[in-house]
């Protein structure tokens, strides 16, 4: 996963750009990948998920790279608005547990 | 709307106190699980369970009780013999099947114990 620390790692961009999010996963029995953001005192809200047998998944603005030979996925956000503007988190699932990275910071700059 | 509730959403307690949490899901999921999360870090899981009656310990899951008696309720115990009791506790849940579900969380509960 991300290096765990007090200190998360900030990704700034300005509003209308395109940002990408990168995560690095441990486990490579891990199946099922998700990306949740993450606002200040609330709880992780689901942003998208992509399964092992695929590589990339879009929805509305974003998009998932999953990368299993290096255990690496990206989350993309397309012309980032100031409201996308929170923690963004990557999680692994296998056999019904699921682990989380510490997370990136994105700064929208209006 | 259905959805998950964790209350309270703010809770102080004495040293040396237990504490419950309350979480409840009206989404009729199977699983619910537990979160910890301290500042500047990722979620790490306390308890989970699949199924009513059933539950099964987490990576931190010492000093902390779930029961699960109904499939809406799996309420979190955080009792004296934590150590560093005072964090975000996060409630999830999500359905079971042959397809994978991401998990649904709460808003959370805040726990400060001094």
């Known amino acids: 996963g991300e290096s765990v620390g007090l200190h998360l790692p900030t990704l700034s961009v300005q509003e209308g750009d395109n940002s990408i999010i990168n995560c690095a996963y441990s486990?490579?029995?891990?199946?099922?990948f998700i990306w949740y953001k993450q606002e200040s005192g609330k709880g992780p809200q689901f942003i998208i998920d992509i399964r092992s047998n695929m590589d990339k998944r879009q929805g509305q603005r974003v998009t998932v790279l999953l990368n299993k030979t290096v255990k690496h996925l990206s989350l993309q956000i397309a012309a980032t608005q100031p409201g996308d503007s929170a923690v963004y988190f990557c999680?692994?699932?296998?056999?019904?547990?699921?682990?989380f990275g510490s997370g990136t910071k994105l700064n929208v700059k209006p | 709307d259905g959805g998950i509730t964790q209350s309270p959403k703010y809770l102080f307690r004495k040293e040396g106190q237990n504490v419950t949490l309350s979480c409840e899901q009206n989404l009729n999921h199977d699983a619910m699980y537990w979160y910890r999360q301290d500042p500047g870090q990722g979620l790490r899981l306390i308890y989970y369970s699949q199924i009513v009656n059933d539950f099964q310990k987490g990576d931190i899951a010492e000093g902390y009780s779930v029961s699960r008696e109904k499939k809406e309720s799996f309420p979190l115990t955080v009792t004296s013999a934590q150590k560093n009791p005072t964090a975000f506790y996060l409630c999830?849940?999500?359905?079971?099947?042959?397809?994978?579900?991401?998990?649904?969380f709460g808003n959370g509960t805040r726990l400060t114990v001094t």
């Open positions: 999830a849940s999500r359905r079971t099947g042959r397809d994978n579900s991401p998990l649904h």
């Open positions: 999680a692994e699932a296998s056999f019904n547990k699921f682990y």
């Open positions: 486990n490579s029995a891990s199946d099922y």
